[in-house]
């Protein structure tokens, strides 16, 4: 979708150094900031007034729990709130039930109450380990939405044309490939739209994939005779397999109330090249301190190094320095073939049993066809010894079974 935009003129506001510091840290990782010339005003009469401005992000609650890709969007916000600024953390119950087309080649199943009830408990206390709660205005868009009623809204529909939303991507690509577009998907961006009206938003945040839904909040403000919203997008951070954006239903994910060494191990997983983009969108360091410790692993230092002090940082933020040194220590120990200090432990029967249908019985693998081919690869250990005997009948007892690098259980295994 494209938009008008007539810059403004000539701020009344000072645009001091404090401003520009705002503008810098407003756009730090961020993807694009529009109208960069509407907020650096904003900054300036916040500045000049002494009045915060009001900052909005909306999740919905999709899913129980948030995982590290989400955190780029609050870090951001984080940052703004301790520039003072008023931030609201939305809580999409309403839309939830609509559900999100951004990005879909179809239809998203809409979600019941009871299940968005559910996940949106989480939400909240897993966003507090990265805003302040003491200063984070929490909403839910079942307030304004819930009340609209069949009246409000058509009213509400009627300040939007069907030809501005059919310049959204994905449903442009649908129409063109007769694929169905439900009627209600195209109230959702009218309703994260009208969200914004509700709030008096100064700012929105979002993903790159929301850029059509901020843009819709930013319109329907200037039809209910608000001062529109700015918009910021942040980049969508690629998961542990550096392709797919992260997400849970990939599996390549990081969720921020894992174990301490899980998360530490996992981000010591993603490749050299990754790992910047990571530093960029995740870590609070300096950008200077950034690009210094770049330099120095371009110039020979250990890349291993610089993930390590990523891991370290973003583990002692979710579970406490302590938590993370020792998630650093274990690491160490399973690199050098060592046993961690947390490992699943199960129970089974049937001995003696095949060694390919304890690996699989005690979750390591997945089938045993992928039992033998890691048997084949010498991935395969019990107690420390490698397992080279693809027909082994393990006895009963207690044991320590690794599987590669990192899975790990220890099973007790009865006749």
Request: contains cysteine.
């Amino acid at each position: 979708m494209t938009e008008p935009h007539n810059e403004p003129a000539a701020a009344d506001w000072p645009v001091t150094d404090r401003v520009h510091e705002a503008m810098a840290v407003s756009l730090r990782g961020c993807e694009e900031l529009l109208p960069q010339a509407d907020w650096l005003r904003k900054l300036a009469r916040s500045q000049a007034s002494g009045v915060p401005l009001r900052i909005k992000l909306g999740l919905d609650p999709t899913a129980p729990d948030i995982h590290i890709g989400h955190t780029v969007v609050l870090n951001k916000m984080r940052q703004l709130q301790d520039l003072g600024h008023q931030v609201i953390f939305l809580i999409g119950d309403f839309t939830s039930m609509i559900g999100d087309p951004s990005g879909r080649n179809a239809t998203r199943p809409p979600l019941t109450r009871e299940q968005i009830e559910a996940n949106a408990q989480t939400y909240y206390r897993q966003a507090s380990l990265v805003l302040d709660p003491a200063r984070t205005e929490i909403r839910y868009n079942s307030e304004w939405s819930d009340p609209l009623g069949a009246r409000g809204m058509i009213e509400l529909a009627a300040k939007y044309t069907l030809a501005r939303m059919l310049e959204r991507d994905d449903f442009t690509k649908r129409f063109k490939s007769g694929t169905p577009i439900s009627v209600h998907e195209l109230l959702y961006p009218l309703m994260q739209g009208y969200d914004s009206v509700a709030l008096k938003s100064d700012l929105e945040l979002g993903g790159t994939d929301q850029k059509f839904n901020l843009l819709v909040g930013r319109a329907l403000q200037g039809e209910y005779g608000q001062e529109p919203q700015c918009i910021l997008t942040m980049p969508l951070l690629e998961g542990l397999d550096g392709v797919e954006k992260m997400s849970k239903s990939k599996g390549n994910y990081i969720g921020i109330t894992e174990p301490a060494n899980t998360m530490f191990a996992k981000l010591l997983s993603i490749s050299d090249t990754l790992m910047w983009k990571y530093f960029t969108l995740l870590s609070f360091l300096p950008e200077a301190a950034i690009a210094r410790l770049k330099a120095e692993v371009e110039g020979g230092r250990n890349p291993k190094d610089a993930k390590v002090l990523l891991a370290k940082e973003i583990t002692t933020r979710f579970h406490g320095a302590a938590a993370a040194d020792a998630a650093e220590q274990d690491f160490q120990r399973r690199a050098a073939g060592g046993v961690p200090d947390e490992v699943p432990e199960c129970t089974l029967g049937g001995a003696p049993l095949a060694i390919a249908n304890l690996l699989k019985q005690a979750g390591l693998v997945p089938s045993t066809s992928e039992a033998m081919r890691m048997i084949e690869q010498g991935g395969v250990r019990i107690d420390g010894t490698v397992v080279s005997d693809k027909a082994l009948k393990v006895a009963a007892g207690t044991l320590v079974v690794q599987v590669g690098k990192r899975k790990f259980a220890r099973v007790h295994l009865g006749a």
